[in-house]
């Protein structure tokens, strides 16, 4: 049962990053219009998918990084 809320939270945090990176790919387009990367970094820090990316990055390595309790 644990094995199986693991994996749950692999998906779900696998899900958080590919939404958020993929947001964040798309707002790299700033970049090609003349914005510094300066102005990227702080623009980024203030979206929602930003930490999206992060959370779910997070979850990804804790569901797989945190060892299991049986034995």
Not at 11 to 39: D, K, M, Q, R
């Amino acid at each position: 049962m644990v094995s199986m809320v693991r994996i749950f939270i692999m998906f779900v945090g696998f899900g958080f990053s590919v939404a958020g990176g993929i947001s964040l790919l798309a707002y790299l387009n700033l970049l090609t219009l003349g914005y510094e990367f300066s102005y990227y970094m702080r623009f980024i820090t203030t979206r929602v998918e930003f930490y999206l990316f992060i959370l779910g990055v997070i979850m990804v390595i804790g569901s797989l990084a945190i060892p299991d309790r049986r034995k």
